[in-house]
Each structure stands twice: as C-alpha cells, then as structure tokens.
C-alpha cells in the first residue's frame, strides 16, 4: 500500500483520535528536500497565504530555516520550511547542520516530516539526499514521513497510479514512508481540496505515531548527545537571553520585533551548538589520550609481576569509567576553561 487511506474514519475522527494519545499544540510539519523542489512553494500552499519567498531559478531562496504559523480547516500548523540540500556552491553538512540547529523553530520536534519532491523518477541525487537525511536524522526518520510530489500538474488527466507504476527505487522509497505520498500542484494553491486531503493523511500518520513527535533521542548517537548538550546550555542561558528579549522590546515593535528576535535566536542557537560540538570533541580527544597512555601503560608493565599488570589493568578501568560517569565539561576543569570576552 503506497498511500494511507483515510475514507474508512468518520470525518473530523482522526484528529481528535491524535489528540486523544497526546497531541498538544500546533501541528508542526518540516518541510525537507533537495534545492528546488518546491519546499516553499508548498508551505504557501499548506497554508493558504505568502509567507515564504518562493522563486523559480537556480539559486537556493531559502538560507535559514523558517517557520511560519497559521490554521488549516480547524487545525493550529506550524510549518517549517528548511534550505535546499544539493544546492551548487554549497556544503550538504552546512546546511544540515543549520536545519538540525534550530532547536527553537522545531521545540520540541516535528510531527510530520514532508519530504518535497518534483513528480519523476529519482535521480542517483535523490537517492544520495535519502542517504544522508537518514545518517543525519537516524532511521526512524521515515517512520515520521510522507512524501510531497509537486508540479501535480504535470499529471493532466493521467490516473495517480502512474507514480506507483513506475520508477522501481521510486516505489521502494514509498514504502519506506509510513506517511505514504500525495501531490500538489502548487500553480493552483487556491485549490485547497488538496490540502484538506494532505492534512487527512499527516492525521493518519500522527494517529499512526501517537500523536508523538520526533524526539531527541531517535537522533544518532553523535547528534543526540550534541542537541542534549545544546538544549541544556541554552536552558542554562535562558536569563541572559529573555534580558536580550526584553531590551528589543524596548527598541521595536511588530515585524521589526519579529525579525529581531528571530536573528537573535539564530545567533544564539549557533553559539549553543558550537559550544555542544567543541565540548563534546574534547571529552572524545581526553578520552583517546587515556586509551593511548593505557596502552604504553600496559606495554610499559609487561615485564613486571602479574600483580603489577592486574593492578595496572584496573586502574585503566576506574579511569576510563569515571569520565563516563562524571562528564567531562570544559570550563569546570583545570586546562579548558574558556575565558570570558
């Protein structure tokens, strides 16, 4: 089955059905894809109005992730819309780097994700941008998707199942999403048929996860640790940043407010997740220094008694096991403290 089918639930059944397992909020839907795939175009779409810049030409519109707000039917939307991966000119993990990092605009994770992407056969660059979305986000990420085709209308009066009788990688990456597919035809958004029977599938899908989001710990081991770490170093700022708040509420108003406030998240996401990276590095460069002293330890010990190994041997080990117990944190350790600018 490629598409989930929603005309067995009574109408209206679905989301209350989400909601009843623990959905809160807005619905929130990140948008992700290769460069031109229509992402922006489709968040336009999804909610009925122009709020994100959407160009036909080569370069990518969209630097940062953005996140706009609105009510689909009855139903609060979050959208975020994200830069295009495989942009020319542009590094793949910069741009995963700068949708991971946006902890604000995702808090605390996405219901849905849409993985935009024009009607066709996949390309080997397709397949590429499959690959690294799951090294990025971990495996469950599919679990948590539907698949968006734009330009539906390329598709004239030809039945749907021609996407579904074609492309063999195309129909074995369908599967792989639990969300199943729908199409858009974004040159027509004020057809918003299409977007009351998008929002019925992500209601499925959500049911289908529980109303849960997609939460820290699906991520990779080496990005869970990285946006745990995130996470509680802006917790621990939280004051200095709601002062910095508070003193652009005294300078601006309305959009200009919005803008502000929006770049100073940027600014201070991109500090946190510096900080997490470069923490973490060095726990994992102390951590090959203690193998490596092991080692000649060990090396240095062979000719002594078997007492002297076993005593040495274990010594490794309550070393090894205190950093994994007490993490090592710079800024609290003699040698790694950072000085104030």
Partial sequence: TFALHVSAWPPGALFKNACSVGLTGPLRIMLLGKCGAGKSSSGNTILNKMVFRS???????????EKESGVVGDIPVDVIDTPG???????????IR????????QEPGPHVFAYVVPLG?????????????????????WDYTIVLFTHGDRLEDNKINIITESDENLRNFIRKCSGGFHVF???TPEDQKQVTAFMEKIKTLVTLNEGSYYKTELYPEKERKIRERQE???KERHKEISKKEENLRECYKDEDLKKKKTNLWRQEEERARKDAEEELCSKSYIMKSILLLAVLCLLLCWDLGVAAKWLCGIGIILIVLSFKIFPIIP????????KKK
Avoid: Y
């Fill in 331 to 338: 800024g609290k350790i003699p040698g790694l403290t950072k």
């Fill in 232 to 234: 509680s170093i802006l």
């Fill in 185 to 187: 035809n974004n040159k």
């Fill in 121 to 141: 056969r996949l390309t080997q660059e397709d397949q590429d941008t499959h690959t690294l979305i799951e090294a990025k986000f971990g495996p469950r990420v």
């Fill in 55 to 65: 160009e036909m030409k080569l370069g990518s519109v969209t630097v940062h992730c």
């Fill in 98 to 105: 700068e949708i991971l990092q946006r902890l604000k605009l």
């Fill in 85 to 95: 991966l495989f942009e020319r000119g542009s590094n793949n993990e910069d741009i």
